[in-house]
Antibody, heavy 120, light 106 residues
């Protein structure tokens, strides 16, 4: 069974930093591209960042470019999102999401999410 | 950026009735369109991809159609567990999602 478990969320002040983690199990993590997607409270879904299976290709939404860094450790079956210079508008549930094998940008499994609140 | 729109914002349906949800893309996404279901406090679940292919384990009452810019998700006979928010997503380019359609009990 595919499992994606996020951690690292919490309350942080504007301008602060946070590092999210996602522990993957139930599949060969090193073979899959992964995404971070976020959802502000009561709002819709917004793609944040993508990383290919070997970390060769990395992409960011314009809203986070230069502030967030995605990375992965295939030996630890883990995905990360380093978030710096956080703003109130970054407040959201952050989901770790797997890209369906053989497809580009199609998400087939999501974690349960971790809440990030940016507030003074 | 490809902008996705969905209609209606809310759809009130009685159990056993048919529900038809619409999704429109600001430019052609070919058949690179997925539908997700999200219940309160839960992660989204993939229902349909390739505009019309059901994901693993999805009941046959869910069907998708369309291509280019106009897409439809149909739930043939609503069950109690189907009341949720439904999002469309294009993956022809960087992923973008529609604002969602909430299906609630009439």
């Amino acid at each position: 069974e595919v499992q994606l478990v996020e951690s690292g969320g919490g309350l942080v002040k504007p301008g602060g930093s946070l590092r999210l983690s996602c522990a993957a199990s139930g599949f060969t993590f090193s073979s899959y591209s992964m995404n971070w997607v976020r959802q502000a409270p009561g709002k819709g879904l917004e793609w944040v960042s993508s990383i290919s299976s070997s970390s060769s290709y990395i992409y960011y939404a314009d809203s986070v470019k230069g502030r967030f860094t995605i990375s992965r450790d295939n030996a630890k079956n883990s995905l990360y999102l380093q978030m710096n210079s956080l703003r109130a508008e970054d407040t959201a549930v952050y989901y770790c999401a797997r890209v369906k094998s053989g497809w580009t940008n199609l998400i087939d499994y999501w974690g349960q999410g971790t809440l990030v609140t940016v507030s003074s | 950026e490809i902008v996705m729109t969905q209609s209606p914002a809310t759809l009130s349906v009685s159990p056993g009735e048919r529900a038809t949800l619409s999704c429109r893309a600001s430019q052609s996404v070919s058949s690179n369109l997925a539908w997700y279901q999200q219940k309160p406090g839960q992660a989204p679940r993939l229902l349909i991809y390739g505009a019309s292919t059901r994901a693993t384990g999805i009941p046959a009452r869910f069907s998708g159609s369309g291509s280019g810019t106009e897409f439809t998700l149909t739930i043939s006979s609503l069950q109690s567990e189907d009341f949720a928010v439904y999002y469309c997503q294009q993956y022809n380019n960087w992923p973008t999602f529609g604002p969602g359609t909430k299906v609630d009990i009439k």
